[in-house]
C-alpha cells in the first residue's frame, strides 16, 4: 500500500510538471510580437479621440500626445509582470522624452488600488485609469483577450510598431523606440 501511495504521488507530480512546462512555454510563445497590422487605423484614431481619467480624478485627452511615439502599456497592479516592467518603462520614459517619446500606463484595476500602488512605486509617466473604455481599448489595439501585460508602441505618423502581449524587455523596448522615435 506504501509503495502504490509513492508511486501515484510521483505520477501526479510528474503530470504537474508536464503541465506547468506547457503553461511556462505557452506563456513564452503568447508574449512574442504580434503583427502591427493587425491593429486598424480606427482603432489607433478611437485610442486619441478617449479620456480617461488619472488616479486623481483629472481628465486627460489622449489627443495630447498625438504625434510622439506613444508606448500604451495596459496593466493592473495585481500583475506581477507589469509591476516588473514598470521602472524600465519609466527609466526608458526619462531617457527619450526628448526624443518625442511618451509613456502611458492604462489600469484596468480600480482607481484605490492604482492610488496606492504610485504612492509606493511612483513612475515618470502618466498612469490612467481605464475602466470598461480602457478595456475597449485594448480591444480595439489588438489584445482581444484582455490579458496583461499589453504594451502597444505608435509612431508620430499614427501607425503601429510594437504591439506586445506579457513582458516586454527593456532592452527590445529600447531598440524600437531608438528607431521609432522622431520619424
Given at each position: 500500500?506504501?509503495?502504490?501511495?509513492?508511486?501515484?504521488?510521483?505520477v501526479?507530480?510528474?503530470?504537474?510538471?508536464?503541465?506547468?512546462?506547457?503553461?511556462?512555454?505557452?506563456?513564452?510563445?503568447?508574449?512574442?510580437?504580434?503583427?502591427?497590422?493587425?491593429?486598424?487605423?480606427a482603432?489607433?484614431?478611437r485610442?486619441?479621440?478617449?479620456?480617461?481619467?488619472?488616479?486623481?480624478?483629472?481628465?486627460?485627452?489622449?489627443?495630447?500626445?498625438?504625434?510622439?511615439?506613444?508606448?500604451?502599456?495596459?496593466?493592473?497592479t495585481?500583475?506581477?509582470?507589469?509591476?516588473?516592467?514598470?521602472p524600465?518603462?519609466?527609466?526608458?520614459?526619462?531617457?527619450?522624452?526628448?526624443?518625442?517619446?511618451?509613456?502611458?500606463?492604462?489600469?484596468?484595476?480600480?482607481?484605490?488600488?492604482?492610488?496606492?500602488y504610485?504612492?509606493?512605486?511612483?513612475?515618470?509617466?502618466?498612469?490612467?485609469?481605464?475602466?470598461?473604455?480602457?478595456?475597449?481599448?485594448?480591444?480595439?489595439?489588438?489584445?482581444?483577450?484582455?490579458?496583461?501585460?499589453?504594451?502597444?508602441?505608435?509612431?508620430?505618423?499614427?501607425?503601429?510598431?510594437?504591439?506586445?502581449?506579457?513582458?516586454?524587455?527593456?532592452?527590445?523596448?529600447?531598440?524600437?523606440?531608438?528607431?521609432?522615435?522622431?520619424?
Open positions: 500500500m506504501r509503495r502504490s501511495s509513492v508511486f501515484l504521488v510521483g501526479c507530480a510528474a503530470i504537474i510538471g508536464v503541465l506547468a512546462g506547457s503553461r511556462v512555454g505557452f506563456l513564452r510563445s503568447s508574449a512574442l510580437p504580434q503583427s502591427a497590422t493587425a491593429v486598424s487605423a482603432g489607433v484614431a485610442l486619441f479621440a478617449s479620456h480617461l481619467n488619472d488616479p486623481a480624478g483629472h481628465p486627460n485627452s489622449l489627443l495630447q500626445w498625438q504625434g510622439k511615439t506613444l508606448v500604451v502599456n495596459f496593466w493592473a495585481w500583475c506581477p509582470p507589469c509591476r516588473e516592467e514598470m524600465a518603462f519609466s527609466r526608458l520614459q526619462e531617457r527619450y522624452a526628448a526624443q518625442g517619446v511618451q509613456f502611458v500606463g492604462i489600469a484596468l484595476d480600480s482607481v484605490e488600488n492604482v492610488r496606492t504610485h504612492a509606493l512605486s511612483p513612475v515618470s509617466y502618466p498612469l490612467l485609469i481605464g475602466g470598461p473604455e480602457g478595456g475597449a481599448l485594448a480591444r480595439d489595439l489588438g489584445n482581444k483577450s484582455l490579458s496583461l501585460p499589453y504594451t502597444v508602441v505608435i509612431n508620430p505618423q499614427g501607425e503601429v510598431r510594437l504591439m506586445q502581449m506579457g513582458a516586454l524587455a527593456e532592452s527590445d523596448l529600447e531598440r524600437i523606440l531608438a528607431r521609432t522615435a522622431d520619424r
